[in-house]
C-alpha cells in the first residue's frame, strides 16, 4: 500500500524560507513532485523530478528548488524568497513506473507579515 506524508509547511513573513518534505513508501517511483492550490484556484504543478530531468513553474523559477533521495523515497521542496502569492496547500505526488499516481494529504504554507 503506498504511502504519501508531506511535513513542513507553516507560515512565514514575505522573504523567509520554507523546506517541504514528503517521504513515501509502498512502491518504486518515477517521479516525485509538488503542486498547490490556493483558494478559489485550481491545483498547479510547483516543481517535479523526474527519473530524466526536472521542471519548474515559471512563478517559483530561481526561488524553489527540488530535490530528490532515491534511496529514501523523499523528495524536498526548498522555497525561498517566499511571496504573499506562494501562499497555498501544497501537495506530494509520486507516480509509479505503472503510471500510477498517488497524493499526499496536503500541507498549508502561509505568507504573510
Known amino acids: 500500500q503506498v504511502q504519501v506524508v508531506e511535513s513542513g509547511g507553516g507560515l512565514v513573513q514575505p522573504g523567509g524560507s520554507l523546506r517541504l518534505s514528503c517521504a513515501a513508501s509502498?512502491?518504486?517511483?518515477?517521479?516525485m513532485g509538488w503542486y498547490r492550490q490556493a483558494p478559489g484556484k485550481e491545483r498547479e504543478l510547483v516543481a517535479v523530478?523526474?527519473?530524466?530531468?526536472?521542471n519548474y513553474a515559471d512563478s517559483v523559477k530561481d526561488r524553489f528548488t527540488i530535490s530528490r533521495d532515491i534511496a529514501k523515497n523523499t523528495v524536498y521542496l526548498q522555497m525561498n524568497s517566499l511571496k504573499p502569492e506562494d501562499t497555498a496547500v501544497y501537495y506530494c505526488?509520486?507516480?509509479?513506473?505503472?503510471?500510477?499516481?498517488?497524493w499526499g494529504q496536503g500541507t498549508q504554507v502561509t505568507v504573510s507579515s
Open positions: 505526488n509520486v507516480r509509479t513506473f505503472l503510471s500510477k499516481n498517488y
Open positions: 509502498g512502491s518504486i517511483f518515477s517521479t
Open positions: 523530478a523526474h527519473s530524466d530531468g526536472i
